[in-house]
């Protein structure tokens, strides 16, 4: 099955998600959380990102991650990933909660496809202070994409990891976790660089970027997207292609708003305030922009992606 039908297939089969100009969504990806070792891409942005999930929580904001939360190809095991970042799951098990979490896979946590995987792994949780297994998420689900609809202008936002844009890729992730684990992994203590990321293959990052900007304007249909680690937000009259980037930049975390009718491209960085106070910071990067604009929108051939964090 080609890239196109592989995304139409989930598009059309996705759960329908109805919000209004009175909600406020936030949607994150490609987070990465591991077991706190060298290997961990997202242990230097915890903090970071610690904060921003406090503010979406008090705020009021549905959490939705598009994928790849989990490091399952470098880490075989989610206990250790857990104890690791166990206040990261205790927010977002507040979250699932009050009925604000919604979760998709990708790539790096293919696994949660299988229902009864994810009711062994991501249901219970282990407490060290009372030695005993306790409730973390329960009935939880792990999507392959959802729609997200928004009821004043009848706009829907289809939101997948967006991996299933590189069909080989696609096909070889059981072999991509075996290299990972055996072999990139050791490297990646000693330094180097993961090449089996999309991110780290500017070819690759382009050619998923073509075929999810292609479907998008084949279908006239806003997508929002992870995988790359590419951040990007559509400017007026392009296809409405946006994605999400990451939380293992060296130096900040992205993630995509939308309250009040309106979305943006959100950075979270740490910056040294007046006092010289070293700060977790929420900058708007691009937008807030109306969504209705991005339902029209006229096809130019030059797919260049301009706006990357």
Excluded at 168 to 185: A, E, Q, S, V
Excluded at 191 to 201: E, H, K, N, V, W
Excluded at 235 to 250: A, L, M, R, T
Aim: net charge neutral; hydrophobic share 35%; with cysteine.
């Amino acid at each position: 099955m080609g890239n196109h039908k592989i995304l139409t297939r989930i598009f059309e089969s996705a759960q329908r998600i109805e919000f209004t100009n009175r909600d406020r969504l936030v949607f994150f990806s490609d987070v990465h959380r591991g077991n706190n070792t060298w290997a961990d891409g997202f242990a230097h942005n915890e903090t970071i990102y610690l904060c921003a999930l406090n503010y979406y929580y008090d705020n009021h904001f549905t959490y939705v991650e598009v994928g790849d939360g989990d490091e399952l190809l470098k880490f075989k095991y989610i206990e250790p990933i857990r104890l690791a970042h166990e206040e990261v799951y205790r927010l977002l098990q507040k979250l699932h909660r009050k009925q604000r979490l919604y979760y998709i896979f990708g790539n790096h946590d293919n696994e949660y496809r299988n229902p009864e995987l994810v009711h062994r792994k991501l249901n219970h949780i282990f407490n060290r202070v009372t030695e005993e297994k306790e409730v973390l998420f329960n009935d939880f689900t792990a999507h392959e994409g959802l729609v997200f609809k928004h009821k004043e202008s009848g706009l829907e936002f289809f939101a997948v990891h967006g991996h299933q844009a590189d069909t080989t890729f696609h096909r070889m992730i059981w072999l991509n976790g075996i290299l990972l684990r055996l072999l990139w992994r050791p490297l990646q203590l000693l330094g180097l660089q993961d090449p089996s990321s999309a991110s780290q293959d500017i070819n690759k990052v382009q050619r998923v970027e073509e075929v999810l900007i292609k479907w998008a304007e084949e279908h006239h249909q806003p997508i929002i997207a992870g995988h790359t680690h590419r951040a990007h937000f559509p400017k007026k009259g392009k296809p409405p292609y946006f994605n999400i980037g990451s939380c293992v930049h060296p130096r900040w975390i992205t993630c995509i708003e939308i309250e009040k009718g309106r979305i943006a491209l959100i950075r979270w960085h740490i910056v040294p305030n007046k006092k010289g106070h070293l700060v977790v910071t929420r900058d708007v990067q691009k937008g807030f922009k109306y969504i209705e604009q991005f339902g029209e929108f006229s096809f130019t051939p030059d797919h260049n992606i301009e706006d990357e964090y």
